[in-house]
């Protein structure tokens, strides 16, 4: 896994305080704090991000897309789900 | 005990202040003031708590639902509660405390969850009055939680507050087809809002003047309106409601000032409030007990995981 290199991170920015953190992108790095700096001196050239977190590559578990379809799947008949499903009286305010 | 505030840096102390005021969002690697801190995983649990335990009184109708429709929306919605208490325990955890030290918490009586668990639902007309009621006194209260202070409660917030809105519809529609229904369905409605009014009001919790952490927590942005300001927007808006599919809420003195746009009410008994909040209310010890039991039950499946996890990592170093 580990070569010439360095190890692969992902980059994940927090666009303004309070917002969820959103992936941009990855990067290569020996360490944790050259990560860090890498992800500073790579995505945050413009004032994108007001905080950074990085996570490596190898410790993300992701879906397949080849099971995409099966895997959602079970969310596609469950209609009730949803506020519109329902069926309020004439006039029915602030609900 | 969490440090005084006295005790903190004082000039770290002030830039937090600062940052609160700019409505800029607590992270959690951010310092933080203990007393933030301890408040915060006090609020937030007790919020955790009140989704899992909420489940029960109405995981006691999917059995007894009387329709395929109404039992998949019901399972629908406890299913949300259950994730909705997974969202907050998680983060919760970012706050430095564990999941066991949360739990154990619970089960020594020393966190609390909302008092309105503390109920029964005896009839199906409940579950309409549920959601309804509860969870639409839960809406108000969220909805206001998601300018929060601190980050990932916030976000919590946003993403609790987009699946709750079927949970009100669904109930306010029980609520609005048995009013409209045979006597006897219409008489089994009226019942169940008699029953949860004040229940529900009084998850607001106790007047602002009487409540201990109000006015550092609107300081430090932790709630952002008062108790008895939620409390009055919930009337306003469930009273016009209950007319609509003419039902009458069990209040004599309610009133709607025309000048300032808000009803005047009765005072709730804070006798029946501090007495469930005591642990003295109809179903505390059977919530309490069933958590505790259903706890208890899936110690072997954790084990199990744990076992299978170690069998599953060792098989990858090994292969
Ligand atoms: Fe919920
Ligand atoms: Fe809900």
Known sequence: MEDNQGILWEVFLQPKAGRPFKHVGSLHAYDKTMAMESARDLYTRRGEGNGIWIVKAEDIVASQPEDEASFFEPANDKVYRHPTFYTMPEGAKNI | ?319
Request: a neutral charge.
């Open chain 2, 1 to 319: 005990m969490a440090k005084e505030l006295e005790e903190e840096d004082p000039i770290k102390l002030a830039a937090f202040q600062a940052k609160i005021d700019a409505e800029i969002k607590i992270e959690p690697k951010d310092w933080m003031p203990e007393k933030y801190r301890i408040g915060l995983i006090r609020q937030m649990s007790q919020h955790a708590h009140s989704e899992v335990i909420g489940m029960q009184p109405e995981g006691n109708w999917v059995s007894r639902a009387p329709s395929l429709r109404a039992k998949k929306i019901l399972m629908a919605k406890i299913q949300d509660e259950g994730g909705h208490g997974l969202y907050l325990y998680c983060a919760t955890e970012t706050l430095g405390t564990s999941r066991d030290e949360i739990l154990e918490n619970l089960h020594a009586g020393k966190a609390k969850y909302a008092s309105v668990f503390n109920y029964p639902a005896p009839t199906w007309a409940d579950m309409g009055a549920i959601g309804w009621l509860v969870d639409g006194a839960a809406i108000v209260n969220q909805v206001s939680l998601q300018k929060t202070s601190y980050g990932p409660y916030s976000r919590a917030m946003v993403r609790i507050c987009k699946e709750e809105s079927f949970h009100q519809r669904q109930g306010y529609e029980i609520m609005a087809n048995m009013a409209k229904g045979s006597a006897a369905q219409h008489k089994m409605a009226q019942d169940a809002l008699d029953r949860w009014w004040w229940p529900s009001l009084m998850m607001f919790g106790p007047h602002d003047s009487e409540s201990a952490h109000t006015s550092q927590s609107m300081k430090w942005k932790i709630k952002r309106e008062t108790n008895d300001s939620l409390r009055q927007q919930f009337i306003d808006k469930t009273v016009p409601q209950a007319e609509l599919i003419g039902l009458k809420i069990p209040d004599d003195n309610l009133k709607l000032d025309s000048e300032t746009g808000h009803y005047s009410h009765t005072d709730i008994d804070w006798d029946e409030f501090w007495n469930v909040i005591k642990g003295y209310g109809p179903c505390n010890k059977k919530r309490l007990d069933h958590h505790k039991k259903a706890h208890a039950e899936g110690q072997w499946v954790r084990e199990a995981a744990i076992a299978y996890a170690k069998k599953q990592e060792l098989k990858l170093k090994t292969a």
